[in-house]
Structure formats: structure tokens, C-alpha cells
Nanobody, 113 residues
Framework: QVQLVESGGGLVQAGGSLRLSCAASGITFRLKAFAWYRQAPGKQREWVAT???????SYEDSVKGRFTISRDNAKNTVYLQMNNLKPEDTAVYYC???????WGQGTQVTVSS
């Protein structure tokens, strides 16, 4: 059974940092690509970043240079390091197993001004 469990969200002041984690189980982790999405109140869910099987990464324009997605195949975990956070980054962040379109439960990130 596939499971994705996100953690690491919280309340932070603008300019601060958080690191989100997504622990995966029930899959051959090293063969999978993952993405982070976010959904702010009253808005549609939007893509944030992707990490491929080989470690290839891509980012939505507004987070480039501030966020870093990475993976640790030994720990079956995907990370999203978020630096220089802005109030507009406030959202629930979701981890997505792309090939199965499977989602975690989400973790809340709130950035105060």
C-alpha cells in the first residue's frame, strides 16, 4: 500500500526558512519521480517543483532561487527546502507521486509578514 507522509510545515516569519519532508512507503522509491504542489485558500492547487528518478529538478518561476527539491533514496524521502519565504508562499503543501497521481495529506505552511 502506497503511503506519502508530509511533515515540516509550520509558522514562520517572512524571510525565514522551512524544510518539508515527504516519507514514502509501499513503492520502489528510486524508480519514481515526485513533485510538490501547494494550495492557498480560495485558489487552485499549483505545481511547485519536481524531482525525477535521476535527480533532475524543475521549479515554478516564483520559487526559483528560493526553494530546492531533493531526494534521499536511502531514506525513501523527498525534501523541499524553502528559503526567503514570503507571505504569498502560505499554503498547504502536498507531495505527489507522479506516476500514480497519488497524494499525501498535506502540511500547512504559514508565512507572516
Amino acid at each position: 500500500q502506497v503511503q506519502l507522509v508530509e511533515s515540516g510545515g509550520g509558522l514562520v516569519q517572512a524571510g525565514g526558512s522551512l524544510r518539508l519532508s515527504c516519507a514514502a512507503s509501499g513503492i520502489t522509491f528510486r524508480l519514481k519521480a515526485f513533485a510538490w504542489y501547494r494550495q492557498a485558500p480560495g485558489k487552485q492547487r499549483e505545481w511547485v517543483a519536481t524531482v525525477g528518478r535521476t535527480g533532475y529538478t524543475s521549479y515554478e518561476d516564483s520559487v526559483k532561487g528560493r526553494f530546492t527539491i531533493s531526494r534521499d533514496n536511502a531514506k525513501n524521502t523527498v525534501y523541499l527546502q524553502m528559503n526567503n519565504l514570503k507571505p504569498e508562499d502560505t499554503a498547504v503543501y502536498y507531495c505527489c507521486l507522479m506516476s500514480e497521481n497519488y497524494w499525501g495529506q498535506g502540511t500547512q505552511v504559514t508565512v507572516s509578514s
